[in-house]
T-cell receptor, first 112, second 113 residues
């Protein structure tokens, strides 16, 4: 079945540091790719998405590029803020029902 | 615009009791989903629906039943709760197109003692 591999957390960074969270996936067909963010005590919110190869999704300074040849969708941000502290989930969407497959998530902690 | 709402927010059950979680969406979405979130395991799909009157099993359906009698509502039932069902439950909805995201509710924290 479909699966997602994300780097283990927690990832702890200083404010204004560069962020990379790696994501690789296996999926049947041609998935759309999503990054979701979950702040403490809340549900998941869409951060960004890409729907075809070489597309770049971006939002709030975060970016990720759909790399079909390496089945990857790594998340990057040039300068993180304390308010970016959250859990980040990479998820391909495939199959009947456009179901999302989640990895374990990567917890990010940003310190002053 | 409320988006996706879930009722209740918190619940404590004793083993063997039953309960129903309600999910409602006001975006006229065709597809709806129930997930559970456990520490270190991400989110796992329990059941989903691609339209009013239809349901299908996800990754972890055992011990749960669902119904989609109205397009805007998706109910998740536990007939005989077990401690292994202690979790946070999230509902989501979507237009169902491949390129369209799912919108999530705020979650229900369920504890089974």
């Amino acid at each position: 079945g479909d699966s997602v591999t994300q780097m283990e957390g927690p990832v702890t960074l200083s404010e204004e540091a560069f962020l990379t969270i790696n994501c690789t996936y296996t999926a049947t067909g041609y998935p759309s790719l999503f990054w979701y963010v979950q702040y403490p005590g809340e549900g998941l919110q869409l951060l960004l998405k890409a729907t075809k190869a070489d597309d770049k999704g971006s939002n709030k300074g975060f970016e990720a590029t759909y790399r079909k040849e390496t089945t990857s969708f790594h998340l990057e941000k040039g300068s993180v803020q304390v308010s970016d502290s959250a859990v980040y989930f990479c998820a391909p969407s495939t199959g009947g029902g456009n179901k999302l497959t989640f990895g374990t998530g990567t917890q990010l902690k940003v310190e002053l | 615009n409320a988006g996706v709402t879930q009722t209740p927010k918190f619940r404590v059950l004793k083993t063997g009791q039953s309960m129903t979680l309600l999910c409602a969406q006001d975006m006229n979405h065709e597809y709806m989903y129930w997930y559970r979130q456990d520490p270190g395991m991400g989110l796992r799909l329990i059941h989903y629906s691609v339209g009013e009157g239809t349901t299908a099993k996800g990754e972890v359906p055992d011990g749960y039943n669902v119904s989609r009698l109205k397009k805007q509502n998706f109910l998740l039932g536990l007939e005989s709760a077990a401690p292994s069902q202690t979790s946070v439950y999230f509902c989501a909805s979507s237009y169902g197109r491949r390129d369209y995201e799912q919108y999530f509710g705020p979650g229900t924290r369920l504890t089974v003692t």
